[in-house]
Structures are given as structure tokens and as C-alpha cells.
């Protein structure tokens, strides 16, 4: 299912919109009883929880979805859910948009719900009667439904392990975000990673009630998003031999990039899209020579080295070239944030960094988007609308904590806690280790609210877990270097700082390990963890 091809998911968004009731299947003989499952259970961890053990509810042959008249995006989200239940259960599960039903039922319910869960919670009840989930948004409502898919036994994710009935534990959830950011990046530009790897690891963030999608789409080593103001940025850029050790070729165009967006939104996932700059710049320097100041084209560039690239600052030229480029990405990207990138320009002057910079934020706000980028922004003069993303290993920063004490918002990306491209020990077969070794409990282990001095909790927008790809390849290799780590920064994001408890943690992640292997993730079986 994960490894579909692209026609294939396009078709399968299209089908979200589309009412449909399929016949009941008988089921096969029963399987085993697995343990019970606790509504403590989830990663993230929940808010609040209930238990109810008188109130158990069962999914069978005669249990509908509910959802709330009039709402398309609830019946959506109904769609999506049977869709995900349908295979293992072999029941019909049809979606009605109706106020009732005498049926057992799963009722998505947009309203009505308890006034703490803001825009992006929800609350979920359990009877014998059925699962009701309320949401104040479309956005909560869908991460209520994540809740119960890990609240159902891990076979729900293999269409051979058909049971008579399905039990959900009785009680109600109440659950909410600590913050309302909680991404993950994934770097195109080292190594290109199709449509297909993109969208399969938007379906594993969403069961994790990630929110953004960071792609970072230019570097030194490759462009790969389509601009048609200047066409050889992917067909030279992006081509044959471009990547770390030049094993990394391929782009995105216009149409791949907005039906990634696409796929991403039917999941309540925002793409953000990174063309850094000004330096990391070289794939677009050596395919078009007048982007340099000398107007000779540097060599294209397959190592991982960092730091020598830099646009020509005082030339007009560039600034058009930027202005072309952000006009083309902000039209396809319905987000609101566009990401300038603005990390290891060391061949740029300080004061030419502070000029360029003073050039370009206007630009992302002249077409509509609100500006993010690397904790270096910092060092010019940004709109208080600005985000900056912090990356470094320390717990200091004075710009960042200026920027902070300003207004700007903060999202917490340290490269020794959230990059999930670090080893995990030294014996990993792949990622880097300038940053550290990061086993589960490092990624864990950590308060973004106590991070770096003068930022505090008010400060924050977010957490982000950045994926690059200087040693990937793979699909596989994404997951192996996101999971088990991507679900403690999505705990981190979400979940309240009391609950915060790493033996819990590496407990509840234990139980996910028989769900990733129905669905194939290539996981890495982390010794620190309980894996089932």
C-alpha cells in the first residue's frame, strides 16, 4: 500500500471527496486475542484520558460512520477512515452524513466538543455505543482519528488479519497541541527523493500528528523544483550527475510539487518549500554563469562540503533571479510560509548578508507569504512576522533571544537533538555525526522551552525534526534514520510538558513496532526501547 505508484495516489485523493458504501466481506476465522490495548497508549500522548472498562466498543459487520451533516470536510475525513479500516476488518463501514443512526457508530462530529482543545485538538469518547469524535476544525477532527487507529489493535494495518470484531478501550481523551508547529524537513537537494517517497512518509507524519512538511529543494549540490523563468535550473541543475557523489539526480515540476501539496493537505499536513540562499547556492551558480560576480560558472559541486557558495550581492541580476523564483513557489503553494533558508553563508560579509537579506524578506511578503528561515536570519533586520528556525547545538544565542525578545517566533530544530540524519551510535551504516550521536532517549530528552536562553515558552512556534539526505538513497533509508526519532519530536511538539516521561515513552514506542512492520517501515530496533 505505502509503495503505490503516483497515478495511484492522486486517484486515491480524488476518491476522499466520493461517497463510498462497499458490500460487506465475510471475515475470516478470528484471529488471536491481542492484549488490550489503554486509551494511555498513544504517541503523542494525550492530554487527559478517562479510562472507562465498562464502556468498551466493538467495530463489527453492522458499524457505520457518522458524520456531521452539511460538513464536506468531515465526510472527507470519514472516507479516509473507512478506507484505513476496510481492509483488515472486512467490514462495509459506510460513511453517512446524517444526525443519527440506531446503528453502533463512529461519529465525526465537527463542534460540540470540550472548549480547551482550540483549533487543532479534539475529543474522543468511547461507549458501548459507539466512538464519537468531536473537533472544532477539520484539522482536529482528523487527529482524533489517528488516536483511534493506534487505540484499535496494531493488525488494523494488514488487510489479511481480518478479525469479527474490533475493540476500542471505553472512556473519553481529551487532547490538545502544546504547540501549534510540529514538522519534519525532508532535504530534496542532496539526494532527490520522488513523489512516491515524499507522499509515503507524509502517511507515517500524519499518524504522529505532524502538521508541516519542510522540503528543502536547493544546495549546492542540486535544484529540484521546476522554475520556468529559468528552465536549466533543473534540467542542468537538477540532472544527470547532480546530488552528493552525483548519485542524486531528479526534480520536481510544477505538477509533481502541487500534487505533493496536495496529498499532504487531504492529511492536514502544510508543505513548506526552502530554496536557500545566499549561499548553498552553487547548483544554480554553475548552471547559470551570470549569477556569478565574475560571471564564470564554478564546477558543480558533489561533495558535502559547506560554505563556499554566495550569490553576487550587488548585482541587480540576483535580485531578479530571487524575485522570479519566490513569484513561481508562492503561486503553487498555498501555505503560508516560504523558507529563505540563509544558513553557513560564510562566503558572504556580514554586511553583505544583512544587504541581502534586506532585499529578499520584502520579497516573500510582496507575494503573500510570511518569511521563515535558519537561525542566521536573525543577524538582519526582520519583520516581526519572521520565523526563525534554530539548528545550532548550543543553549545560547544572542540574535535568536534578540529576535524572541522582538516578537518573532521561534521554531526549535537543535542539530543534536532533532536532526534525524545523526547516527544513532557509531556503528550506524548511515547519516553524519557533527552534531553527535542521537539515540531515542537524546532525541527525547530534551525541553524546547528551556533550549537556548531568552527563549522561552511565549517564543516558540514549533518543533521540526530535519531528514538531510547527504547518505541517503532510499526510501528505506528515510525510515530508517526517522523512526524510532520522528515520533519523540512529534511527542515533543504535541504533548503536554507533565506528561512528558521517558519510560512511558519508550514504552508506548515499544507497541508501534508491530504496527511498522505491517506496514513495512524499515525501522531501527533501538536497544533502548521495549519493541514488541
Same mark, same amino acid.
Given at each position: 500500500?505505502?509503495?503505490?505508484?503516483?497515478?495511484?495516489?492522486?486517484?486515491?485523493?480524488?476518491?476522499?471527496?466520493?461517497?463510498?458504501?462497499?458490500?460487506?466481506?465475510?471475515?475470516?476465522?478470528?484471529?488471536?486475542?491481542?492484549?488490550?490495548?489503554?486509551?494511555?497508549?498513544?504517541?503523542?500522548?494525550?492530554?487527559?484520558?478517562?479510562?472507562?472498562?465498562?464502556?468498551?466498543?466493538?467495530?463489527?459487520?453492522?458499524?457505520?460512520?457518522?458524520?456531521?451533516?452539511?460538513?464536506?470536510?468531515?465526510? %472527507?475525513?470519514?472516507?479516509?477512515?473507512?478506507?484505513?479500516?476496510?481492509?483488515?476488518?472486512?467490514?462495509?463501514?459506510?460513511?453517512?452524513?446524517?444526525?443519527?443512526?440506531?446503528?453502533?457508530?463512529?461519529?465525526?462530529?465537527?463542534?460540540?466538543?470540550?472548549?480547551? =482543545?482550540?483549533?487543532?485538538?479534539?475529543?474522543?469518547?468511547?461507549?458501548?455505543?459507539?466512538? #464519537?469524535?468531536?473537533?472544532?476544525?477539520?484539522?482536529?477532527?482528523?487527529?482524533?482519528?489517528?488516536?483511534?487507529?493506534?487505540?484499535?489493535?496494531?493488525?488494523?494495518?494488514?488487510?489479511?488479519?481480518?478479525?469479527?470484531?474490533?475493540?476500542?478501550p471505553g472512556g473519553r481523551i481529551?487532547?490538545?497541541?502544546?504547540?501549534?508547529?510540529?514538522?519534519?524537513?525532508?532535504?530534496?537537494?542532496?539526494?532527490?527523493?520522488?513523489?512516491?517517497?515524499?507522499?509515503?512518509?507524509? +502517511?507515517?507524519?500524519?499518524?504522529?500528528?505532524?502538521?508541516?512538511?519542510?522540503?528543502?529543494?536547493?544546495?549546492?549540490?542540486?535544484?529540484?523544483?521546476? =522554475?520556468?523563468?529559468?528552465?536549466?535550473?533543473?534540467?542542468?541543475?537538477?540532472?544527470?550527475?547532480?546530488?552528493?557523489?552525483?548519485?542524486?539526480?531528479?526534480?520536481?515540476?510544477?505538477?509533481?510539487?502541487?500534487?505533493?501539496?496536495?496529498?499532504?493537505?487531504? %492529511?492536514?499536513?502544510?508543505?513548506?518549500?526552502?530554496?536557500?540562499?545566499?549561499?548553498?547556492?552553487?547548483?544554480?551558480?554553475?548552471?547559470?554563469?551570470?549569477?556569478?560576480?565574475?560571471?564564470?560558472?564554478?564546477?558543480?559541486?558533489?561533495?558535502?562540503?559547506?560554505?563556499?557558495?554566495?550569490?553576487?550581492?550587488?548585482?541587480?541580476?540576483?535580485y531578479r533571479f530571487v524575485e522570479?523564483?519566490?513569484?513561481?513557489?508562492?503561486?503553487?503553494?498555498?501555505?503560508?510560509?516560504?523558507?529563505?533558508?540563509?544558513?553557513?553563508?560564510?562566503?558572504?560579509?556580514?554586511?553583505?548578508?544583512?544587504?541581502?537579506?534586506?532585499?529578499?524578506?520584502?520579497?516573500?511578503?510582496?507575494?503573500?507569504?510570511?518569511?521563515?528561515?535558519?537561525?542566521?536570519?536573525?543577524?538582519?533586520?526582520?519583520?516581526?512576522?519572521?520565523?526563525?528556525?534554530?539548528?545550532?547545538?548550543?543553549?545560547?544565542?544572542?540574535?535568536?533571544?534578540?529576535?524572541?525578545?522582538?516578537?518573532?517566533?521561534?521554531?526549535?530544530?537543535?542539530?543534536?537533538?532533532?536532526?534525524?540524519?545523526?547516527?544513532?551510535?557509531?556503528?550506524?551504516?548511515?547519516?553524519?555525526?557533527?552534531?553527535?550521536?542521537?539515540?531515542?532517549?537524546?532525541?527525547?530528552?530534551?525541553?524546547?522551552?528551556?533550549?537556548?536562553?531568552?527563549?522561552?515558552?511565549?517564543?516558540?512556534l514549533g518543533v521540526e525534526a530535519?531528514?538531510?539526505?547527504?547518505?541517503?538513497?532510499?526510501?528505506? +533509508? =528515510?525510515?530508517?534514520?526517522?523512526?524510532?526519532?520522528?515520533?519523540?519530536?512529534?511527542?515533543?511538539?504535541?504533548?503536554?510538558?507533565?506528561?512528558?516521561?521517558? $519510560?512511558?515513552?519508550? #514504552? %508506548?514506542?515499544? $507497541?508501534?513496532?508491530?504496527?511498522?512492520?505491517?506496514?513495512?517501515?524499515?525501522?531501527?530496533?533501538?536497544?533502548?526501547?521495549?519493541?514488541?
Amino acid at each position: 500500500m505505502r509503495r503505490r505508484n503516483t497515478t495511484t495516489r492522486l486517484l486515491a485523493i480524488a476518491a476522499l471527496a466520493l461517497p463510498i458504501i462497499l458490500p460487506a466481506t465475510p471475515a475470516t476465522a478470528a484471529a488471536p486475542t491481542a492484549p488490550a490495548r489503554h486509551l494511555s497508549d498513544v504517541i503523542p500522548a494525550p492530554v487527559e484520558t478517562r479510562p472507562d472498562a465498562h464502556n468498551t466498543f466493538r467495530i463489527t459487520p453492522l458499524t457505520v460512520i457518522r458524520t456531521t451533516p452539511g460538513s464536506a470536510a468531515a465526510r %472527507r475525513i470519514g472516507h479516509q477512515l473507512a478506507t484505513t479500516l476496510r481492509p483488515a476488518t472486512g467490514h462495509a463501514l459506510p460513511v453517512l452524513p446524517v444526525r443519527s443512526t440506531p446503528l453502533p457508530e463512529i461519529a465525526l462530529l465537527i463542534g460540540g466538543a470540550d472548549d480547551r =482543545i482550540g483549533q487543532q485538538g479534539y475529543q474522543l469518547d468511547v461507549t458501548r455505543r459507539g466512538v #464519537t469524535i468531536r473537533a472544532n476544525t477539520p484539522a482536529g477532527l482528523f487527529a482524533g482519528t489517528q488516536t483511534l487507529r493506534q487505540l484499535l489493535p496494531a493488525d488494523i494495518e494488514a488487510p489479511d488479519r481480518q478479525r469479527t470484531t474490533w475493540t476500542v478501550p471505553g472512556g473519553r481523551i481529551i487532547d490538545y497541541p502544546r504547540f501549534a508547529y510540529r514538522g519534519a524537513m525532508l532535504d530534496l537537494a542532496r539526494h532527490f527523493h520522488t513523489v512516491d517517497d515524499i507522499t509515503a512518509y507524509v +502517511d507515517l507524519l500524519s499518524q504522529y500528528k505532524i502538521n508541516y512538511l519542510h522540503l528543502h529543494l536547493t544546495d549546492d549540490q542540486g535544484w529540484r523544483i521546476q =522554475i520556468d523563468s529559468w528552465p536549466r535550473l533543473t534540467t542542468v541543475g537538477g540532472g544527470p550527475g547532480t546530488g552528493a557523489d552525483g548519485v542524486g539526480p531528479g526534480y520536481l515540476t510544477k505538477a509533481d510539487y502541487k500534487a505533493v501539496v496536495a496529498y499532504a493537505a487531504a %492529511r492536514h499536513i502544510t508543505i513548506i518549500p526552502e530554496i536557500d540562499m545566499p549561499g548553498h547556492t552553487n547548483a544554480a551558480q554553475s548552471t547559470y554563469p551570470e549569477l556569478n560576480c565574475d560571471g564564470v560558472a564554478p564546477p558543480p559541486r558533489t561533495d558535502i562540503a559547506v560554505g563556499y557558495s554566495s550569490l553576487c550581492i550587488n548585482d541587480e541580476l540576483t535580485y531578479r533571479f530571487v524575485e522570479d523564483v519566490i513569484r513561481e513557489l508562492a503561486a503553487i503553494t498555498p501555505g503560508p510560509f516560504l523558507h529563505i533558508g540563509g544558513d553557513e553563508a560564510h562566503a558572504t560579509t556580514d554586511e553583505d548578508y544583512r544587504t541581502f537579506m534586506n532585499r529578499v524578506l520584502p520579497l516573500v511578503a510582496k507575494y503573500g507569504k510570511r518569511a521563515s528561515g535558519w537561525n542566521e536570519i536573525t543577524q538582519a533586520d526582520l519583520p516581526t512576522d519572521a520565523v526563525a528556525q534554530f539548528w545550532g547545538t548550543g543553549t545560547t544565542n544572542a540574535s535568536l533571544a534578540a529576535a524572541a525578545a522582538r516578537g518573532n517566533k521561534i521554531i526549535m530544530s537543535p542539530a543534536n537533538k532533532a536532526y534525524l540524519d545523526m547516527k544513532y551510535d557509531a556503528n550506524t551504516r548511515l547519516g553524519l555525526r557533527w552534531a553527535g550521536l542521537i539515540e531515542v532517549s537524546d532525541a527525547y530528552g530534551w525541553d524546547p522551552a528551556t533550549r537556548v536562553t531568552g527563549v522561552g515558552e511565549n517564543a516558540i512556534l514549533g518543533v521540526e525534526a530535519p531528514l538531510w539526505s547527504e547518505t541517503l538513497r532510499t526510501l528505506d +533509508d =528515510i525510515e530508517y534514520m526517522a523512526f524510532p526519532r520522528l515520533p519523540a519530536i512529534a511527542e515533543l511538539g504535541w504533548s503536554t510538558t507533565a506528561s512528558h516521561d521517558w $519510560e512511558s515513552f519508550r #514504552t %508506548r514506542l515499544g $507497541e508501534q513496532a508491530p504496527r511498522w512492520r505491517l506496514q513495512q517501515v524499515n525501522f531501527y530496533p533501538s536497544p533502548q526501547v521495549p519493541w514488541i
